[in-house]
């Protein structure tokens, strides 16, 4: 129940932004590995569940830091969301990153895990203790009457 739930949420969200993504400029890099791959975009929705009281940290590391090294190995940052109504409000972050493929989203997550300036922030944003507690992915295929493929 609780992921369907904001698997809507998130879907919700996405229609309503999708103007804005679709009017967004990729990088041309994006585009010729898209094009390259001969098939539409992966989608990956993930929802991160924080230890008590350290949302705004995991705010801070996805500010400061993550979307940044999302971009920095091949992964479009699609947008970020936190749920309105408690108790998901206090502890969860979702978002939504698009990939060229599935073997991309692969090979961006190994890149990312592996990069010494993620390791770097990661270890100094978990000094005080672990920011997550649960992490859930859910890659996502755009169906043919959907805006945004």
Same mark, same amino acid.
């Given at each position: 129940?609780f992921? @369907? @739930?904001i698997?809507?949420?998130?879907?919700?969200?996405l229609?309503?932004?999708?103007? /804005?993504? #679709?009017?967004?400029?990729?990088?041309?890099?994006?585009?010729a590995?898209?094009?390259?791959?001969?098939?539409? @975009?992966?989608?990956?929705?993930?929802?991160?569940?924080?230890?008590?009281?350290?949302?705004e940290a #995991?705010?801070?590391?996805?500010? !400061?830091?993550?979307?940044? #090294?999302? +971009?920095?190995?091949?992964?479009?940052n699609?947008? %970020?969301?936190?749920?309105?109504?408690?108790? #998901?409000?206090? !502890?969860?972050?979702? %978002?939504?990153l698009?990939?060229?493929?599935?073997?991309?989203?692969?090979?961006?997550?190994?890149?990312?895990? !592996?990069?010494?300036?993620?390791?770097?922030v990661?270890?100094?944003?978990?000094?005080g203790?672990?920011?997550v507690s +649960?992490?859930?992915?859910?890659?996502?295929?755009?169906?043919? /009457?959907?805006?945004?493929?």
């Open positions: 129940m992921q @369907r @739930r698997i809507i949420f998130v879907l919700t969200a229609v309503f932004t999708s103007g /804005y993504v #679709l009017g967004a400029r990729r990088d041309a890099s994006e585009d590995a898209t094009s390259a791959a001969g098939a539409a @975009r992966m989608f990956e929705m993930r929802t991160y569940t924080t230890h008590e009281g350290k949302l #995991l705010h801070s590391r996805f500010r !400061n830091h993550t979307t940044k #090294l999302f +971009k920095k190995h091949g992964m479009t699609v947008g %970020y969301w936190v749920p309105d109504d408690a108790p #998901l409000a206090q !502890n969860t972050l979702v %978002y939504i698009a990939h060229p493929s599935r073997e991309a989203a692969k090979k961006s997550w190994d890149g990312f895990r !592996n990069d010494p300036e993620w390791v770097k990661k270890t100094e944003s978990e000094a203790g672990k920011i +649960k992490v859930e992915s859910v890659f996502m295929s755009a169906t043919d /009457y959907s805006s945004m493929k």
